[in-house]
């Protein structure tokens, strides 16, 4: 089970609606399984078609995480017109076995539809997600 507060997934959605037609990514921080703190990185990808997270964002991020204790809790993106599923893709480049992937589909207008996997060695895992007050 992991732990998301309501006002970390508003920023992902809010996020998410701002970078149409593009994809969003960032990163969420805490302890353990419990997010806290939100970290949205500019997508480098050209045609926005897919995320790419801007490496000396993300490195500044990851070393800003160690000086303060807290964990990489999951690494976010949006997907403006497909459901809340890992494309191919995402199972490929994803390389933090540990890490939830969480993704917000824009697919459902008006109504937040967001999944978590854990994706180790190419399979996507569902898993069962808390939205805290
Ligand atoms: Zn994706």
């Given at each position: 089970?992991?732990t998301?507060?309501r006002p970390?997934?508003?920023?992902?959605?809010d996020h998410?609606r701002?970078s149409?037609?593009?994809?969003c990514v960032?990163l969420?921080?805490g302890?353990?399984?419990?997010?806290?703190a939100?970290h949205?990185l500019p997508n480098?990808?050209?045609?926005?078609?897919r995320f790419?997270?801007?490496?000396?964002a993300?490195?500044?991020?990851?070393?800003q995480l160690?000086?303060t204790?807290?964990?990489?809790?999951?690494?976010y993106?949006?997907?403006?017109?497909?459901?809340?599923?890992?494309?191919?893709?995402?199972?490929q480049?994803?390389?933090?076995?540990?890490?939830l992937?969480?993704?917000?589909?824009l697919l459902t207008?008006?109504?937040?539809?967001m999944?978590g996997?854990?994706?180790q060695?190419g399979?996507?895992i569902?898993?069962e997600?808390?939205i805290?007050?």
């Amino acid at each position: 089970m992991w732990t998301i507060p309501r006002p970390l997934l508003n920023r992902i959605l809010d996020h998410a609606r701002r970078s149409l037609p593009a994809e969003c990514v960032g990163l969420l921080s805490g302890q353990g399984k419990t997010a806290s703190a939100w970290h949205p990185l500019p997508n480098q990808s050209q045609d926005g078609r897919r995320f790419y997270a801007d490496e000396s964002a993300l490195i500044q991020v990851l070393r800003q995480l160690r000086e303060t204790g807290e964990d990489l809790v999951a690494i976010y993106h949006s997907h403006p017109d497909s459901e809340a599923v890992p494309s191919l893709t995402d199972r490929q480049q994803a390389h933090y076995p540990n890490t939830l992937y969480l993704i917000v589909s824009l697919l459902t207008s008006g109504r937040l539809e967001m999944n978590g996997y854990l994706i180790q060695d190419g399979e996507a895992i569902l898993q069962e997600l808390l939205i805290s007050d």
